[in-house]
């Protein structure tokens, strides 16, 4: 495969202004008629010739003009198609063939159950017509979908619905006409027997929109908070964006076999059932969540991508930054902001610090890919929403939104550069952002040291920070230039917050962004009455890891008394990962240990403290996980974080069980389930209450979760009860764990999504023994080879989430991952490629594990047919 670089990049020779696409609908042999108006770029080189990208496609006929072109005439290579001489302007028919039903890769138009729907980003355009697949050639759409009305009673496309029509043989037509110029990555095209909910809104300009969701009949019962979603989305677009939606229409499709989680073509987004479906009695907390900002995200990358989209596919993160950084505040206006700000951040130091420490790190606007549908990362997505979030941080509030607003004003109707948005905030501020710029050219962590002196004397503290940036695939971290790094900062004195004094400011306030630009750099602090302990890197205010040298009074003072929800966790976190270090320690060196008396002291006063926010109280309590404690440590001491997590967990169980009894009990509600932040808060705690009860049960607390488990009316409460049961090792519990397991897939054995959340808690459970289990759930009925949530919930959940039994040390973990992939890299090549993950980090574990994992690598790579997908990945690890 070869290497594409962004320093390549040259404007198309051609532009198509308008796309007309026709389908004859067929499981193996559905016709696509293209007549497509193109002109030479007046922007770019000339050319006689023009090349179109395609692949798996059968050509039927190709006419310029009125002339039919005979094989002389063009070329048709594996991926493209050239015709050797066109003249400035002209109108291209194509006739291709294309087979949906056997289409495993879901990328282009493919089956899935009894519906057909496409998938065109990011290259999959290129799989339905040969085209100028590449997102700065935007174009017109109009569509004819033609189907077997009994088959197809519902056609669907982008735009508006222009015409219908009843043809011979049972068939009808429906004319889609898209009046917003495109790129062919926001295609979309969905036909089948599908049901619909309906709704409207009134946008902020008095027009109506018609809002659909399309589902599978089954389904019609869980459309109402994809729907209020939606609703709630155009609003806050409107009011904290000045956004207004633009076609009359807006239309979601579930659909159940999907590669990520929804997409956003144009009036017509497409999700994966998991992403929009929710019903109480079927979905947790974290479901509902979920969907409630997938629907809202795709709807933003209306404007975010859409109105203005990418001019190539280096500039991913302008659309997809952008529109998590809108979607996470969405989610936080809706829900509790502090809870948001403590999920996201602990997505970012999990998992995206791991991406950005390993083989496929790579820059928020990469240099080169080979295959971009690799590039759908952490780093684009959630680091990129960070760069952003800094912006916001460095130029506040308002002048935010003027940036926002000249950068969509500017570039409506254009692909677009991150350059673009950097220089339209650079524009209403008046700021230079030429460092700044660092953020997205360089990869990897930066590491920030900060120190505090306090003069008593002299009444002044001073920070002196560090900053560095490790080695990274691209480029040695001595070569790589300091960032321009926000760092929110308060000073906490004995009883709360210090107002603070800078040199350069007159007002005192009690909180500071203090812009770090240097390799080492001082800042002090005037009038400082009392030797402080600083909050830093308040609200995760830059995507870094940070160390302070504090002492564990330190963290505790933070813990109880920042104003700063996120500073407040951060500080417990920091405490329960010196506590587990402390046992690892003692482990280690087989000695006896006692529970850190500041950790078990901080868990007693939230315990006690009932006037605190429970999902604070839940979030604070829960223990870093296994996976945030392997990023702390090379090499991963895999048993060892396992042992020493659950020795502090059991310790915190035992030594609390009467405070967790009457917190669970406290969160006890008789209330219908509704999904609000009070509600979800209280279940979350509630949660977290029986996962320390059950750590040893007395058959009372056993009771209970069986109570729970069988009485709950949400599947919330109903699901952590299983959970509880299944994580229970305790012999009590032997035959309940059983049975709710058996109870659980009888219960919801027909809820396809419930029946994944089923499959994923046995994924996971980390008992001995867990491969054969997970082999035996391959073979279970309720799993599809060929669905990639079913994928997902056994087969990457064992391999992320259960890291000591992926871990064997017999390497039994790794060889099953690599089956896996090497059967997925035929049917299904992006699926295959994000399953490597794991096995991608070999470098961070012992010498033996070191070795099993290189070798399933090398054996992976000896696969004579690798896709590109897996090829770059497997290459870029080894
Ligand atoms: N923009 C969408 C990306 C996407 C995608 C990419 C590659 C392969 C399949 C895919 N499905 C959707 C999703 C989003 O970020 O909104
Ligand atoms: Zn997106």
């Given at each position: 495969?070869?290497?594409?670089?962004?320093?390549?990049?040259?404007?198309?020779?051609?532009?198509?202004?308008?796309?007309?696409?026709?389908?004859?609908?067929?499981?193996?042999?559905?016709?696509?008629?293209?007549?497509?108006?193109?002109?030479?770029?007046?922007?770019?080189?000339?050319?006689?010739?023009?090349?179109?990208?395609?692949?798996?496609?059968?050509?039927?006929?190709?006419?310029?003009?009125?002339?039919?072109?005979?094989?002389?005439?063009?070329?048709?290579?594996?991926?493209?198609?050239?015709?050797?001489?066109?003249?400035?302007?002209?109108?291209?028919?194509?006739?291709?063939?294309?087979?949906?039903?056997?289409?495993?890769?879901l990328e282009g138009l493919y089956k899935s159950r009894t519906m057909y729907c496409t998938q065109c980003?990011?290259?999959?355009?290129?799989?339905?017509?040969?085209?100028?697949?590449?997102?700065?050639?935007?174009?017109?759409?109009?569509?004819?979908?033609?189907?077997?009305?009994?088959?197809?009673?519902?056609?669907?496309?982008?735009?508006?619905?222009?015409?219908?029509?009843?043809?011979?043989?049972?068939?009808?037509?429906?004319?889609?006409?898209?009046?917003?110029?495109?790129?062919?990555?926001?295609?979309?095209?969905?036909?089948?027997?599908?049901?619909?909910?309906?709704?409207?809104?009134?946008?902020?300009?008095?027009?109506?929109?018609?809002?659909?969701?399309?589902?599978?009949?089954?389904?019609?019962?869980?459309?109402?908070?994809?729907?209020?979603?939606?609703?709630?989305?155009?609003?806050?677009?409107?009011?904290?964006?000045?956004?207004?939606?633009?076609?009359?229409?807006?239309?979601?499709?579930?659909?159940?076999?999907?590669?990520?989680?929804?997409?956003?073509?144009?009036?017509?987004?497409?999700?994966?059932?998991?992403?929009?479906?929710?019903?109480?009695?079927?979905?947790?907390?974290?479901?509902?969540?979920?969907?409630?900002?997938?629907?809202?995200?795709?709807?933003?990358?209306?404007?975010?991508g859409n109105r203005v989209t990418c001019r190539d596919w280096f500039q991913l993160s302008l659309k997809?930054?952008?529109?998590?950084?809108?979607?996470?505040?969405?989610?936080?206006?809706?829900?509790?902001?502090?809870?948001?700000?403590?999920?996201?951040?602990?997505?970012?130091?999990?998992?995206?610090?791991?991406?950005?420490?390993?083989?496929?790190?790579?820059?928020?606007?990469?240099?080169?890919?080979?295959?971009?549908?690799?590039?759908?990362?952490?780093?684009?997505?959630?680091?990129?929403?960070?760069?952003?979030?800094?912006?916001?941080?460095?130029?506040?509030?308002?002048?935010?939104?003027?940036?926002?607003?000249?950068?969509?004003?500017?570039?409506?109707?254009?692909?677009?550069?991150?350059?673009?948005?950097?220089?339209?905030?650079?524009?209403?501020?008046?700021?230079?952002?030429?460092?700044?710029?660092?953020?997205?050219?360089?990869?990897?962590?930066?590491?920030?040291?900060?120190?505090?002196?306090?003069?008593?004397?002299?009444?002044?503290?001073?920070?002196?920070?560090?900053?560095?940036?490790?080695?990274?695939?691209?480029?040695?971290?001595?070569?790589?230039?300091?960032?321009?790094?926000?760092?929110?900062?308060?000073?906490?004195?004995?009883?709360?917050?210090?107002?603070?004094?800078?040199?350069?400011?007159?007002?005192?306030?009690?909180?500071?962004?203090?812009?770090?630009?240097?390799?080492?750099?001082?800042?002090?602090?005037?009038?400082?009455?009392?030797?402080?302990?600083?909050?830093?890197?308040?609200?995760?205010?830059?995507?870094?890891?940070?160390?302070?040298?504090?002492?564990?009074?330190?963290?505790?003072?933070?813990?109880?008394?920042?104003?700063?929800?996120?500073?407040?966790?951060?500080?417990?976190?920091?405490?329960?990962?010196?506590?587990?270090?402390?046992?690892?320690?003692?482990?280690?060196?087989?000695?006896?240990?006692?529970?850190?008396?500041?950790?078990?002291?901080?868990?007693?006063?939230?315990?006690?403290?009932?006037?605190?926010?429970?999902?604070?109280?839940?979030?604070?309590?829960?223990?870093?996980?296994?996976?945030?404690?392997?990023?702390?440590?090379?090499?991963?001491?895999?048993?060892?974080?396992?042992?020493?997590?659950?020795?502090?967990?059991?310790?915190?169980?035992?030594?609390?069980?009467?405070?967790?009894?009457?917190?669970?009990?406290?969160?006890?509600?008789?209330?219908?389930?509704?999904?609000?932040?009070?509600?979800?808060?209280?279940?979350?705690?509630?949660?977290?209450?029986?996962?320390?009860?059950?750590?040893?049960?007395?058959?009372?607390?056993?009771?209970?979760?069986?109570?729970?488990?069988?009485?709950?009316?949400?599947?919330?409460?109903?699901?952590?009860?299983?959970?509880?049961?299944?994580?229970?090792?305790?012999?009590?519990?032997?035959?309940?764990?059983?049975?709710?397991?058996?109870?659980?897939?009888?219960?919801?054995k027909d809820e396809a999504l419930v029946v994944n959340l089923w499959l994923s808690v046995q994924a996971?459970?980390?008992?001995?023994?867990?491969?054969?289990?997970?082999?035996?759930?391959?073979?279970?009925?309720?799993?599809?080879?060929?669905?990639?949530?079913?994928?997902?919930?056994?087969?990457?959940?064992?391999?992320?989430?259960?890291?000591?039994?992926?871990?064997?040390?017999?390497?039994?973990?790794?060889?099953?991952?690599?089956?896996?992939?090497?059967?997925?890299?035929?049917?299904?090549?992006?699926?295959?490629?994000?399953?490597?993950?794991?096995?991608?980090?070999?470098?961070?574990?012992?010498?033996?594990?070191?070795?099993?994992?290189?070798?399933?690598?090398?054996?992976?790579?000896?696969?004579?047919?690798?896709?590109?997908?897996?090829?770059?990945?497997?290459?870029?690890?080894?």
């Open positions: 495969p070869t290497t594409i670089y962004l320093k390549d990049y040259l404007p198309p020779a051609f532009l198509i202004e308008k796309t007309h696409l026709t389908f004859q609908l067929d499981p193996e042999k559905t016709t696509v008629t293209s007549v497509l108006q193109c002109v030479a770029n007046p922007k770019a080189a000339p050319s006689q010739s023009l090349t179109l990208h395609g692949q798996d496609l059968k050509l039927v006929r190709l006419q310029l003009n009125n002339k039919a072109l005979t094989a002389a005439d063009y070329c048709v290579e594996e991926e493209s198609l050239t015709i050797h001489a066109v003249p400035d302007a002209f109108t291209l028919t194509c006739v291709t063939e294309i087979s949906p039903a056997t289409n495993s890769s980003e990011a290259e999959g355009f290129r799989k339905i017509t040969y085209y100028l697949d590449r997102p700065d050639v935007l174009s017109e759409f109009t569509t004819t979908v033609i189907g077997d009305k009994q088959q197809f009673p519902v056609l669907l496309s982008n735009g508006n619905l222009v015409a219908s029509e009843q043809l011979e043989n049972g068939f009808h037509s429906a004319t889609w006409h898209d009046p917003f110029k495109k790129p062919a990555y926001l295609f979309a095209l969905v036909a089948g027997d599908l049901q619909v909910v309906e709704d409207n809104f009134i946008t902020c300009s008095g027009r109506n929109v018609v809002l659909k969701i399309f589902v599978e009949p089954k389904d019609l019962d869980k459309c109402e908070h994809a729907m209020a979603s939606l609703k709630n989305a155009m609003k806050w677009d409107e009011e904290v964006y000045g956004r207004e939606y633009d076609l009359d229409i807006f239309m979601i499709v579930a659909v159940d076999d999907f590669n990520m989680g929804a997409m956003e073509n144009k009036g017509l987004n497409i999700f994966n059932t998991s992403c929009v479906l929710a019903n109480p009695k079927t979905t947790t907390d974290a479901g509902f969540a979920r969907v409630e900002g997938v629907v809202a995200h795709e709807y933003f990358h209306n404007w975010s997809e930054g952008f529109t998590v950084f809108r979607d996470e505040e969405f989610s936080s206006d809706m829900g509790s902001r502090t809870v948001k700000r403590v999920e996201d951040v602990n997505v970012m130091r999990t998992l995206q610090f791991a991406e950005d420490g390993g083989p496929m790190a790579h820059p928020v606007q990469p240099a080169s890919f080979m295959e971009i549908s690799n590039f759908y990362t952490l780093t684009i997505y959630e680091k990129g929403a960070e760069v952003v979030r800094m912006y916001h941080t460095l130029l506040g509030p308002e002048l935010f939104r003027q940036g926002s607003d000249l950068y969509f004003e500017r570039h409506d109707g254009e692909a677009a550069t991150i350059e673009d948005f950097t220089a339209a905030m650079a524009e209403v501020s008046g700021r230079d952002f030429s460092q700044f710029k660092y953020w997205y050219s360089q990869a990897g962590t930066p590491v920030v040291k900060a120190e505090g002196d306090y003069c008593a004397q002299a009444k002044t503290f001073s920070l002196t920070f560090e900053q560095y940036c490790p080695d990274t695939p691209e480029a040695k971290g001595s070569d790589k230039k300091p960032y321009h790094i926000p760092v929110n900062v308060s000073l906490l004195g004995k009883a709360g917050l210090l107002p603070l004094t800078l040199d350069s400011q007159a007002q005192p306030q009690t909180e500071v962004v203090l812009e770090l630009t240097e390799a080492q750099q001082t800042f002090v602090f005037n009038d400082v009455q009392e030797e402080p302990v600083p909050s830093l890197f308040r609200g995760f205010s830059a995507p870094v890891k940070s160390a302070y040298p504090y002492k564990k009074a330190d963290l505790l003072r933070i813990t109880t008394q920042d104003s700063d929800g996120f500073a407040r966790f951060d500080a417990m976190q920091q405490l329960a990962v010196v506590a587990i270090f402390d046992v690892m320690a003692a482990l280690r060196k087989q000695e006896e240990w006692q529970l850190e008396p500041l950790l078990l002291n901080a868990v007693k006063e939230l315990l006690t403290n009932e006037a605190l926010d429970p999902a604070m109280v839940a979030l604070m309590c829960t223990l870093p996980s296994q996976a945030y404690m392997s990023g702390l440590a090379t090499p991963i001491e895999v048993e060892l974080i396992h042992q020493a997590r659950n020795a502090v967990k059991a310790a915190i169980a035992e030594q609390c069980f009467d405070l967790w009894l009457a917190v669970y009990n406290r969160c006890l509600s008789t209330k219908a389930y509704a999904f609000n932040a009070n509600d979800v808060a209280l279940r979350s705690l509630k949660k977290v209450a029986l996962e320390y009860l059950m750590v040893k049960p007395t058959e009372e607390v056993l009771a209970l979760c069986v109570k729970q488990f069988n009485n709950a009316d949400n599947m919330t409460d109903e699901s952590a009860a299983m959970s509880a049961l299944v994580d229970c090792t305790a012999p009590l519990a032997a035959k309940e764990r059983v049975d709710a397991l058996a109870q659980f897939y009888e219960r919801w996971a459970d980390s008992t001995p023994g867990a491969l054969k289990r997970v082999e035996a759930l391959l073979k279970h009925p309720a799993y599809d080879s060929a669905n990639p949530n079913k994928i997902r919930s056994v087969v990457s959940v064992f391999c992320n989430q259960n890291a000591v039994n992926f871990h064997a040390i017999d390497g039994s973990g790794y060889v099953f991952l690599a089956d896996q992939i090497l059967v997925l890299n035929k049917q299904n090549p992006q699926i295959a490629s994000r399953l490597l993950g794991p096995l991608t980090k070999w470098q961070k574990y012992d010498v033996n594990r070191q070795g099993l994992m290189r070798e399933q690598l090398l054996r992976i790579q000896s696969e004579p047919a690798l896709s590109k997908d897996v090829y770059e990945v497997v290459a870029k690890s080894l």
